[in-house]
Nanobody, 119 residues
């Protein structure tokens, strides 16, 4: 099993920045990826960004390209999401997830952290 704990959410004004963190513990896998998703009220959960742990290759949703950056700290088993130039439409609960085989099938999820963006 893998445990994921997100932190760093909060209230920010439009145009501001936040950095989310997700610490992973428990079992690890040699070919895994970690990612961020978000879900706004009344909407489906959507992909935000992902990173392949071994290579560091990153993937982004079009809506966040150029504004968000995903990164990892292998020593801490932690993934980060730096969010800049935040917009009201970025407000959501943000979830961290693990994909064991880097095939975009997400196997483990965190509990989520709320991001609120005021206009």
């Amino acid at each position: 099993q893998v445990q994921l704990v997100e932190s760093g959410g909060g209230l920010v004004q439009a145009g501001g920045s936040l950095r989310l963190s997700c610490a992973a513990s428990g079992r690890t896998f040699s070919t895994y990826s970690m990612g961020w998703f978000r879900q706004a009220p009344g909407k489906e959960r959507e992909f935000v960004a992902a990173i392949k742990w071994s290579s560091g290759r990153t993937y982004y949703a079009d809506s966040v390209k150029g504004r968000f950056t995903i990164s990892r700290d292998s020593a801490k088993n932690t993934v980060y999401l730096q969010m800049n130039s935040l917009k009201p439409e970025d407000a959501a609960v943000y979830y961290c997830a693990v994909d064991r085989n880097s095939d975009f099938t997400w196997d483990y999820w965190g509990q989520g952290t709320q991001v609120t963006v005021s206009s």
